[in-house]
């Protein structure tokens, strides 16, 4: 195994904090490659090229600190917020809208990062606090039917990649953000997870795949998959899988490191650095070189509402721990094992074989013609 490239997702963070000389003395020091949400300014549904004036000049000064520059494109919440098969028109607009930034003001970023998940619609049906445990239930078996389209997962998976390629030619190289439990698919080789939650990535040609395991709050998120004290091992065969396929492609997101956005993540962060080392050991014996961390918010502050900044010393350990753990494979669980069956069951259902019929019969040339109403 190589040397471990580091990265750092920022959501919230604006470049008048991001730019200050010990934030960027903090990315420089450690080679960081700081991903940043960019929200456009919108003229209705246009997005504005002038939006990416700030985040490239904040990405110069990163890479003159030592750092590198990812540009994290993020839609309005009632566009879906992420990247998912029904929103591709709003997704070309914005793609657009960066290449177009990039060539007005002479910069680019060093990646594009393509966070593909579940609408925030949905999200707000099946995950966020709110409807009681038996309404969130029913509400994911009818998202499920919903969403299980074949066709129309293919014709997602050919438009993007043509975004994503034209993305890759003219701005950066792209990475795709990959919810951990869609490996599921990568292991059987099979789409339906991926098309049951919206997020056409596997047969995209990105340049990384960069899977979220975000093990502050997974255990919690799925208990019944994934147990606390096997969150590790969990990372470690999923990962395994992802680096079998994509080699030096296949990242590792590690965290959380603060509560984040979603609603109904407090008290779900890792706190202090050293809680990040077993994730860490794991990835590294998978064989993954890059580790990212989300999010540099919980690196720089100790608490949730961002006002108790942590000491320089305090920040640099979370970049210390995840560059200097050395490998260690976890033990083996059984409760795991028997949580890893029930995902890869569900992608094998009735209609899996229909996935390579459409990929066969669609391809990223034939996307402008296909592509799905957004």
């Known amino acids: 195994m190589g040397d471990v490239k580091l990265g750092v997702y920022c959501e919230t963070l604006g470049p008048e904090i991001l730019g200050d000389r010990s934030v960027l003395d903090l990315l420089g020091a450690f080679g960081v490659t700081l991903g940043h949400a960019l929200r456009f300014t919108l003229d209705g549904v246009v997005f504005d090229p002038d939006s990416l004036a700030p985040a490239l000049e904040l990405g110069c000064a990163v890479r ?53 998940e579940t609408p925030w619609q949905q999200m707000e049906r099946v995950y966020f606090p709110g409807p009681p445990a038996w309404r969130k239930a029913a509400s994911a078996v009818r998202l499920a039917i919903e969403n299980r389209s074949p066709r129309r997962y293919a014709r997602a998976a050919a438009r993007l990649s043509k975004i994503v390629s034209r993305l890759r030619e003219h701005a950066a ?105 077993p994730d860490a050991a794991a990835a590294r014996a998978a064989g993954i070189d890059t580790l990212w961390l989300y999010c540099l918010e919980g690196v720089l502050f100790s608490d949730q509402k961002l006002s108790r900044r942590r ?34 069951i569900v992608a094998k259902d009735r209609l899996a074989s229909r996935y390579r019929w459409e990929e066969a019969g669609l391809s990223v040339e034939s996307a402008d013609a296909t592509g799905p109403k957004t």
Do not use: H
Not at 75 to 86: C, D, F
Not at 311 to 337: D, G, N
């Open 64 to 116: 003159e600190a030592g750092g590198g520059y990812a540009l994290w494109p993020l839609l309005p919440k009632s566009m879906g917020y992420w990247i998912n098969e029904r929103n591709l028109d709003a997704v070309d607009r914005m793609a657009d809208a960066v290449l177009q930034g990039c060539e007005r003001f002479g910069a680019r970023p060093d990646l594009v990062v393509a966070d593909v």
């Open 173 to 277: 190289p792209v990475s795709a953000a990959v919810f951990p439990l869609l490996i599921a698919d990568l292991a059987i080789g099979g789409n339906a997870l991926q098309d049951y939650m919206e997020m056409p990535i596997f047969p995209v040609p990105f340049d990384a795949y960069n899977a979220m395991f975000y093990n502050s709050y997974l255990p919690e998120a799925v208990p019944w998959m994934i147990p606390a004290q096997a969150a590790p091992r969990a990372l470690y065969e999923y990962a395994t899988v992802l680096a079998g396929r994509f080699g030096d492609g296949a990242w590792v997101t590690l965290g959380s490191t603060w509560e984040g956005v979603l609603p109904g993540n407090e008290g779900k962060a890792y706190t202090e650095a050293r809680m990040l080392a």
């Open 311 to 344: 000491s320089p010393e305090q920040a640099a350990a979370f970049f210390e721990v995840m560059r200097e753990t050395p490998a260690q494979e976890p033990e083996p669980s059984r409760k795991w094992s028997r949580g890893r069956a029930l995902p890869e």
